[in-house]
């Protein structure tokens, strides 16, 4: 006999048994009212199945789900085993799958939905970061760090569109910038172009992260004022020296195409004094940030990000750093009532290999992705054959436009956290360390989506139940 021939079968056992209780009871005769009262009124008996059919259907639905969740289970319990890993699995009506849940595992790039939920939940989904040019008494304009992750020349966004977890990124322009100040009346700076990154720490590559990700080009130099995801130039993967004044470089590049001169060239320099603003560029929303972050796995915008909500406005000594950040994400976790046993972070992207966290808390954060403050997070997870790191995967599969979710994956660590969409949308949390190669972690992220979203719908068909 089938599996599809077994359930069938199960599901007419249960209504059955629970019809012929609703039989019984219809059976009994009903109470009329003592001679002389009033006629009484029609009744239907209490367990008369115009009054259980919820009963029926939840009955039928959690001995399916109960079914759907051993298979589940077993099935993923194979594809793990050699392998440390971690799983859960959500559906309409609960869980369906646990494994391990609690142990603390390196999340890679999974790591990133931590960093994304503590920032909508501390800045707010519209915030912006606003890069300022100032003037001051001496003559000189002061171009003043806002903490824009995503502050980019022309050249440097025709290059990541070209690619394909980028195609549909958003930046904010510095061309923008330089048309704005052209805007404000500037013709010639007889002082010089300052620039000023003091509201992060000048800290540009953390000691948790393994040397090749500079040569890699897997992140930038980071700093407040940052241009082209920190990079020495815009198509070329090697972090900038000083991110700050390759900004005030190109910018007074933009300038001088324009017909403004700055005299004094560019050097570094802090706001201060009697200062005018001339001019501003804000960057897209933090929700739009987020969703680029999630969709591409962009590392930079993590760890940008990561600083940023450790910002203290009107604070001009402290700067903002890694570790502040990290802090904060944490005690954000406490306020959203995430759990966080185990967690261990030394970054912001999931880069560093000493990072940790288990699928009871990934699982969590897909669940407040429902939630009206965090739905940038719903947004901007990968979609399997069509976005982000997942554009060019799973195409031409059952999953392809269903699968959505955050990838990770650095040397021995591999993971996938997100949506199965369908009649039952199934959550669901991956993360697998151990020695397999890059090949073999991806296959496995394959396998374990694929085992999810093989569950079968459990809903009740809507005919079990005669109408009312």
Not at 123 to 146: K, S
């Amino acid at each position: 006999m089938t599996r599809r021939r077994r359930a069938s079968f199960a599901l007419v056992a249960i209504a059955c048994a629970v019809g012929a209780v609703l039989f019984l009871a219809a059976a009994r005769p009903i109470r009329t009212a003592p001679s002389g009262a009033g006629a009484p009124s029609a009744r239907t008996p209490l367990w008369s199945a115009r009054r259980v059919p919820a009963l029926l259907v939840r009955t039928v639905e959690h001995a399916a789900q109960a079914r759907a969740g051993t298979a589940l289970t077993k099935k993923l319990g194979e594809i793990v085993a050699p392998v440390r890993a971690c799983v859960a699995v959500d559906g309409a009506n609960g869980s369906l799958a646990r494994i391990d849940t609690d142990l603390a595992l390196a999340p890679a790039s999974t790591l990133k939905l931590l960093t994304a939920t503590a920032a909508l939940n501390r800045l707010g989904p519209d915030h912006r970061f606003t890069t300022r040019v100032l003037a001051d008494r001496a003559g000189n304009l002061v171009l003043v760090g806002g903490g824009d992750p995503l502050l980019a020349t022309p050249e440097h966004i025709v290059y990541e569109h070209a690619r394909a977890p980028y195609r549909e990124a958003p930046f904010t322009a510095l061309t923008g910038l330089a048309e704005a100040v052209a805007a404000a009346g500037v013709h010639d700076v007889s002082g010089a172009l300052l620039v000023d990154d003091h509201v992060h720490d000048t800290l540009r590559f953390l000691p948790a992260w393994k040397p090749i990700y500079a040569q890699e080009g897997d992140v930038g130099a980071l700093g407040a004022l940052t241009v082209d995801g920190g990079h020495a130039d815009a198509r070329d993967q090697t972090p900038a020296p000083d991110p700050a004044l390759t900004t005030g470089q190109r910018l007074a590049a933009m300038l001088g195409a324009r017909g403004i001169t700055i005299t004094g060239g560019v050097r570094r320099g802090l706001a201060s004094g009697d200062l005018r603003e001339v001019a501003h560029v804000d960057s897209p929303s933090l929700s739009d940030i987020v969703g680029e972050m999630l969709t591409s796995s962009d590392n930079y915008t993590a760890e940008e990000l990561s600083r940023d909500i450790a910002v203290r406005p009107g604070s001009g000594e402290v700067p903002a750093t890694t570790e502040l950040g990290i802090r904060i994400v944490e005690d954000e976790m406490d306020v959203l009532g995430v759990p966080r046993t185990g967690l261990v972070m030394r970054d912001g992207s999931g880069l560093a290999p000493a990072d940790r966290v288990n699928c009871t808390t990934m699982l969590r954060l897909i669940e407040l992705a429902t939630e009206p403050r965090f739905a940038a997070i719903d947004r901007g997870l990968a979609v399997a054959a069509r976005t982000g790191t997942l554009a060019q995967r799973f195409v031409g599969d059952p999953l392809a436009g269903r699968l959505r979710a955050k990838t990770g994956s650095i040397a021995g660590v591999v993971g996938l956290v997100g949506v199965v969409d369908g009649p039952d949308a199934l959550r669901f949390a991956f993360l697998a360390n151990g020695d397999f190669s890059a090949g073999a972690g991806a296959q496995l992220q394959v396998e374990v989506a694929r085992a999810v979203g093989s569950v079968p719908d459990v809903r009740a068909p809507p005919d079990l139940v005669p109408p009312p």
